[in-house]
C-alpha cells in the first residue's frame, strides 16, 4: 500500500514537470512555424496528453478489461471538461474565439453520433475505420483553415495578445522547441503510468469494480496530463492552450484512441455505459457548446458548475 501511494505522489510531481515543459515547447513551436496557439493545442498538446489513455485503453483492451478500456475514454472526457475546464476557468476566464467554437461543435457532432454506436452494445473494427477516418477529416479541416487564415502566431488569446511579428524579435529554436515537447510527453506519461498503478491497487484493495476503476480512477490519472497542461497554460493566461487541449483530447478520445484500441480489439459496451455514463459525457460536451456560444468565454461560475457536475457524477457512480 505504502508503494502505491509513492507510485501516485511521484506520478503527481512528473505530471506538473510536464505541463509546465510541454506548455513552453508548445508555444515556442507556435511562434517558430507561424502557426496558432489554438491549432497547436487542438494537434501537438492534445494528442501527446492523450498518450496515456491511449497506452491505458488498448492494454485494458487486449486484456479483455473491456469495462476499464470504454471507461477510460468516457471518463477521461467528462473529467476533461468537469475537472480539467472547470478548474482551468476558476483559476482565469478563458475567452474563446471563431475557431474554438467551431471545433467545440464538432466534439459535441462526433459525441452525438457514437449514440447509435454504443447503443449497439459492440464497437467492432469497421466502426474503428469509421473513427479514424473522423480523425483524418478533422485534422485535415483544421489545417486547412488555419492555412487559409494565415493566423499570425500568439503567446496568448485573451487579455493581453502578444503578436511576435517584430523584426527585431528572433524565432525561438525548433529543435529546442520539439525537444521540449518530447520531454514534456515522457514526464506526463511516466507521471501517468505511475499515478493509474498506483491509484488502481488502491482501488483494488478496497474492492472497487472494474468500471468505476475504468470511469473514475483510471480515466482521471490518464487526464492528469490535460490537468497538469491545462493549469499551467490557465496560469499564464493561455486559454486557446487551456480550450484546444480539452477540446482536442475529448475528439482524440473518440476517433483515435477508441478508433484504434477498437482496430486492435472490439469493444464490449457494459449496460451502464447507456445508463448513465455516455448522457454524462454528452450533456457536458453540450454545456461546453452553449456556453461559449452565448457568452464566447467561461466565467469563473460556469467553472464551478463543471467542477461540481464532475464530483457530483464521481460521487454517484461510487455509491
Same mark, same amino acid.
Not at 105 to 115: D, G, H, P, S, Y
Not at 149 to 154: A, C, I, S, Y
Not at 230 to 239: K, M, P, S, T
Given at each position: 500500500?505504502?508503494?502505491?501511494?509513492?507510485?501516485?505522489?511521484?506520478?503527481?510531481?512528473?505530471?506538473?514537470?510536464?505541463?509546465?515543459?510541454?506548455?513552453?515547447?508548445?508555444?515556442?513551436?507556435?511562434?517558430?512555424?507561424?502557426?496558432?496557439?489554438?491549432?497547436?493545442?487542438?494537434?501537438?498538446?492534445?494528442?501527446?496528453?492523450?498518450?496515456?489513455?491511449?497506452?491505458?485503453?488498448?492494454?485494458?483492451?487486449?486484456?479483455?478489461?473491456?469495462?476499464?478500456?470504454?471507461?477510460?475514454?468516457?471518463?477521461?472526457?467528462?473529467?476533461?471538461?468537469?475537472?480539467?475546464?472547470?478548474?482551468?476557468?476558476?483559476?482565469?476566464?478563458?475567452?474563446?474565439?471563431?475557431?474554438?467554437?467551431?471545433?467545440?461543435?464538432?466534439?459535441?457532432?462526433?459525441?452525438?453520433?457514437?449514440?447509435?454506436?454504443?447503443?449497439?452494445?459492440?464497437?467492432?473494427?469497421?466502426?474503428?475505420?469509421?473513427?479514424?477516418? $473522423?480523425?483524418?477529416?478533422?485534422?485535415?479541416?483544421?489545417?486547412?483553415?488555419?492555412?487559409?487564415?494565415?493566423?499570425?502566431?500568439?503567446?496568448?488569446?485573451?487579455?493581453? @495578445?502578444?503578436?511576435?511579428?517584430?523584426?527585431?524579435?528572433?524565432?525561438?529554436?525548433?529543435?529546442?522547441?520539439?525537444?521540449?515537447?518530447?520531454? $514534456?510527453?515522457?514526464?506526463?506519461?511516466?507521471?501517468?503510468?505511475?499515478?493509474?498503478?498506483?491509484?488502481?491497487?488502491?482501488?483494488?484493495?478496497?474492492?472497487?469494480?472494474?468500471?468505476?476503476?475504468?470511469?473514475?480512477?483510471?480515466?482521471?490519472?490518464?487526464?492528469?496530463?490535460?490537468?497538469?497542461?491545462?493549469?499551467?497554460?490557465?496560469?499564464?493566461?493561455?486559454?486557446?492552450?487551456? @480550450? $484546444?487541449?480539452?477540446?482536442?483530447?475529448?475528439?482524440?478520445? @473518440?476517433?483515435?484512441?477508441? $478508433?484504434?484500441?477498437?482496430?486492435?480489439?472490439?469493444?464490449?459496451?457494459?449496460?451502464?455505459?447507456?445508463?448513465?455514463?455516455?448522457?454524462?459525457?454528452?450533456?457536458?460536451?453540450?454545456?461546453?457548446?452553449?456556453?461559449?456560444?452565448?457568452?464566447?468565454?467561461?466565467?469563473?461560475?460556469?467553472?464551478?458548475?463543471?467542477?461540481?457536475?464532475?464530483?457530483?457524477?464521481?460521487?454517484?457512480?461510487?455509491?
Amino acid at each position: 500500500m505504502l508503494v502505491s501511494i509513492l507510485f501516485v505522489a511521484v506520478g503527481a510531481a512528473l505530471l506538473y514537470a510536464g505541463g509546465e515543459v510541454m506548455i513552453a515547447g508548445a508555444v515556442a513551436l507556435a511562434r517558430r512555424f507561424e502557426v496558432s496557439s489554438l491549432v497547436v493545442g487542438l494537434t501537438v498538446v492534445a494528442f501527446a496528453t492523450s498518450a496515456p489513455e491511449l497506452a491505458a485503453t488498448a492494454t485494458a483492451a487486449l486484456r479483455g478489461s473491456s469495462d476499464i478500456a470504454l471507461g477510460n475514454v468516457i471518463g477521461s472526457n467528462i473529467a476533461n471538461v468537469g475537472l480539467i475546464l472547470g478548474a482551468s476557468a476558476l483559476i482565469a476566464p478563458l475567452a474563446s474565439n471563431g475557431g474554438v467554437r467551431r471545433q467545440a461543435a464538432f466534439m459535441l457532432v462526433v459525441t452525438i453520433v457514437f449514440l447509435p454506436l454504443l447503443a449497439e452494445g459492440t464497437l467492432m473494427r469497421w466502426e474503428g475505420l469509421l473513427m479514424l477516418g $473522423g480523425l483524418a477529416f478533422f485534422l485535415f479541416s483544421l489545417l486547412q483553415r488555419a492555412r487559409a487564415e494565415q493566423v499570425p502566431p500568439l503567446l496568448a488569446a485573451s487579455g493581453e @495578445l502578444e503578436v511576435l511579428m517584430k523584426e527585431d524579435v528572433e524565432p525561438p529554436s525548433g529543435l529546442l522547441a520539439s525537444f521540449k515537447v518530447v520531454l $514534456g510527453i515522457a514526464l506526463l506519461i511516466g507521471g501517468a503510468q505511475a499515478l493509474v498503478a498506483g491509484a488502481s491497487d488502491v482501488a483494488r484493495h478496497f474492492g472497487v469494480s472494474e468500471r468505476v476503476i475504468g470511469l473514475s480512477l483510471v480515466a482521471f490519472g490518464t487526464s492528469l496530463p490535460e490537468l497538469a497542461t491545462c493549469v499551467v497554460a490557465a496560469r499564464r493566461r493561455e486559454d486557446d492552450i487551456v @480550450l $484546444g487541449n480539452v477540446i482536442g483530447s475529448n475528439i482524440f478520445n @473518440l476517433l483515435f484512441i477508441l $478508433g484504434t484500441t477498437v482496430l486492435i480489439h472490439p469493444i464490449a459496451v457494459a449496460p451502464g455505459v447507456m445508463q448513465i455514463d455516455y448522457w454524462v459525457m454528452l450533456a457536458t460536451s453540450l454545456l461546453v457548446v452553449l456556453i461559449l456560444g452565448l457568452r464566447r468565454r467561461i466565467l469563473r461560475l460556469e467553472g464551478a458548475v463543471f467542477l461540481l457536475t464532475y464530483l457530483v457524477y464521481v460521487a454517484y457512480i461510487y455509491r
